[in-house]
């Protein structure tokens, strides 16, 4: 295995690179005056620059390194997220954006005001605001500060976890989503370009031949789709959880739909989440892959550091095949992934705590003391996420840490947006009384496993949870839990709603979709050329999507 060292021309990339970011983010907070400039860009966003922007946010560092991990391990099902998310944003796109922009909202809980009342935005809010900065922001952190400390491991994990905290929070504070969205547009291109050389150097390295990946590695790991008793990703998972789960972080999550909200008309939100989903398809190759390649080229019998922590596999890759410079720009498009993660969440929070709180309590407060107010919360949020990321390192890793939270938590969420379009009956008392009883009952699930009476899975059982399952403790996939937690918010949804007073019609009709959606669009649809339509565009990437997982099922 190659020693991770840097010299001094990768260096000067990486610190070229931040220099010109946080200069970016400066230069356009220079034309961010208003909450409309600083919150969601003007609605101005093009498609290009919400797809990639979209795509940067959602891509961290962990996922460029835990994607050809995971595929070194156990094979490539772990792609199962990324072709999903194609399919999520377009049930997006299609049925939920609309409404969105239409109603000319800030933030995901503006929205459940809109539909429901005050009562769902406080706490749907609240929530976010707590997820936006312990899981999605300290997340981030922690995983870039990982990268690091695989590279580097004299450093310690908090003053990684400082430096990047302060790099990304300094030009978002700064200059707001204009400076995210362009900073990630900048670092998306980066991230792509890192990535298809390390798989295409390690492909060659193999020979660059196919026949000798599939000679050499077991049929079922260069399959997608695993059987149901699969610990890691059941085939049943695919519809229930990972669809549920992809719909909360695409469809409902601020930092991700904050994006869409920016765009400067319906159609360019359209084509950015379609262009977003159109970029994490290739991921299969040139994220996913080089975990198969390196598989060949360090076998784990002769490899026992690669066999005991996988996470190396990437970095390994990186330093063996690229030269000197080349090597800086892949640790430049980590610093990238960090960073656009970690911008984007902090802008998102942000923006919450302004427009669902500050705004409310000081309704007379002009777009100055507004935007001042967005700069004091990023820099709060930004450290107290930096305090909150190095305790993660008491989860197993990081992957139960993000899924179980989200699997307890997402659940409810989704539950008032999906009823809450689709039913013309849900309303107010309804919505509320499916935040609540939905994470009571999640609360009840978690208080179970933590008592040891119940066991949560995200992978292969531990032996201590293995005895535990020989005592008769019952074991629940967290892609199980989270439908299960659906429904039970579902229901409790439908009974209240039942039980008390129709909502108001005029509301209804202006936030429930119907046919009657799709015939009063076709019209300004008829005026575009075909290309332009997002349902041509929407057809051709259902295709697409079902020609990789048909290929690789």
């Avoid at 400039?37 to 390194?65: E, K, Q």
């Avoid at 609309?98 to 749907?124: A, C, G, N, V």
């Avoid at 059941?234 to 999550?253: A, D, Q």
């Avoid at 959606?517 to 649809?525: G, I, N, P, S, T």
Wanted: hydrophobic share 55%.
């Amino acid at each position: 295995m190659p020693e991770f060292q840097l010299h001094a021309l990768d260096f000067l990339m990486v610190a070229l690179y931040i220099v010109f970011i946080v200069w970016m983010g400066f230069y356009v907070a220079k034309r961010t005056e208003t909450t409309d400039d600083y919150f969601l860009a003007g609605r101005s966003l093009t498609w290009w620059l919400i797809g990639f922007s979209l795509f940067a946010s959602n891509v961290s560092s962990s996922t460029l390194i835990g994607l050809s991990s995971s595929a070194y391990s156990s094979g490539i099902s772990v792609y199962n997220y990324e072709w999903m998310a194609a399919l999520v944003l377009i049930f997006f796109l299609v049925f939920f954006l609309p409404f969105y922009l239409k109603t000319q909202i800030f933030t995901m809980p503006e929205f459940l005001e809109r539909r429901f009342d005050q009562r769902s935005r406080y706490y749907f809010s609240a929530l976010l605001i707590v997820m936006n900065i312990v899981i999605d922001t300290a997340a981030a952190l922690y995983a870039g500060a990982l990268v690091i400390q695989i590279i580097y491991p004299q450093i310690p994990l908090w003053q990684s976890v400082l430096v990047l905290g302060i790099l990304a929070g300094i030009y978002t504070i700064a200059g707001g989503l204009k400076a995210v969205v362009y900073t990630d547009a900048v670092q998306a291109i980066l991230l792509l370009i890192g990535a298809f050389l390390v798989a295409v150097l390690s492909f060659n390295a193999i020979g660059g031949s196919w026949d000798a990946v599939t000679a050499a590695v077991p049929a079922e790991d260069l399959s997608i789709v695993r059987p149901a008793s699969d610990p890691v990703l059941p085939w049943p998972g695919l519809v229930t959880g990972v669809f549920l789960l992809g719909f909360y972080f695409w469809g409902t999550n601020q930092f991700m739909v904050q994006r869409t909200l920016g765009a400067k008309d319906l159609n360019h939100g359209r084509w950015g989440a379609l262009f977003a989903g159109l970029l994490k398809l290739p991921i299969l190759f040139i994220m996913v892959m080089p975990g198969i390649f390196g598989r060949l080229m360090y076998p784990a019998a002769e490899f026992p550091a690669l066999a005991a922590n996988t996470d190396l596999i990437f970095p390994t890759l990186m330093f063996d095949l690229l030269p000197i410079g080349i090597r800086g720009l892949i640790i430049t498009a980590l610093v990238a992934a960090i960073m656009s993660s970690v911008d984007s969440t902090l802008n998102s929070a942000s923006t919450l705590v302004t427009m669902d709180f500050i705004k409310k309590l000081r309704p007379n407060a002009d777009n100055k003391a507004l935007v001042v107010a967005g700069r004091v919360v990023t820099f709060v949020f930004m450290t107290l996420a930096i305090l909150w990321a190095p305790q993660i390192i008491k989860f197993p890793n990081i992957w139960v840490y993000l899924q179980q939270m989200l699997a307890y938590l997402a659940p409810p969420i989704v539950a008032c947006f999906i009823v809450g379009i689709f039913w013309k009956r849900a309303n107010r008392h309804g919505s509320f009384a499916a935040l609540v009883v939905g994470h009571l009952a999640a609360a009840g699930f978690f208080v179970t496993a933590v008592t040891g009476n119940l066991i949560v899975q995200t992978g292969p059982l531990s032996p201590e949870q293995l005895q535990m399952v020989a005592d008769g403790v019952p074991v629940l996939h967290f892609l199980y839990l989270a439908p299960i937690l659906l429904v039970i918010s579902v229901v409790a949804m439908a009974i209240v709603s039942l039980a008390t007073e129709k909502p108001d019609e005029d509301v209804v009709r202006e936030l429930t979709w119907s046919p009657a959606v799709f015939k009063e669009e076709e019209e300004a649809l008829a005026a575009l050329p075909w290309y332009k339509n997002y349902r041509y565009q929407s057809v051709a990437m259902l295709v697409v999507i079902a020609i990789f997982v048909i290929s690789w099922w």
